[in-house]
């Protein structure tokens, strides 16, 4: 059984960088690839980005000039870092991970991430 568990800030001020850390549970050997979504109700679920095992990268065109995914592997965790941060950016973050790029298997609960001042 395979779980994941978001932490971060819950709030953030416009402008600042926030660092979001997924910590995986269990077995997660057949997982290549480590995602970062994030649903909003103006946007609906997005896709951030993703890291690989092997160290490549992708980040949607839209966030990728704010966006760094980078993993931990002595932890079993990964990181989500967004620069810059706007209200936009308020939204339910998800972590989740795959076989796949296309198939993000496992999935965190989740954490709010509020841009305010």
């Known amino acids: 059984q395979v779980q994941l568990q978001e932490s971060g800030p819950g709030l953030v001020q416009p402008s600042q960088t926030f660092s979001l850390t997924c910590t995986i549970f269990?077995?997660?050997?057949?997982?290549?690839?480590y995602f970062w979504l994030r649903q909003s109700p103006v946007k609906g679920l997005e896709w951030i980005g993703f890291v690989m095992s092997s160290g490549h990268f992708f980040y949607v065109p839209s966030l990728k000039n704010r966006t760094s995914i980078f993993r931990d592997t002595s932890k079993d965790q990964f990181t989500l870092q967004l620069s810059s941060a706007t209200p936009e950016d308020t939204a339910v973050y998800y972590c989740?991970?795959?076989?796949?790029?296309?198939?993000?298997?496992?999935w965190g609960r989740g954490t709010q991430v509020t841009v305010s001042s």
């Open positions: 989740a991970i795959g076989p796949l790029n296309t198939y993000p298997a496992y």
């Open positions: 269990g077995d997660a050997s057949t997982a290549h690839f």
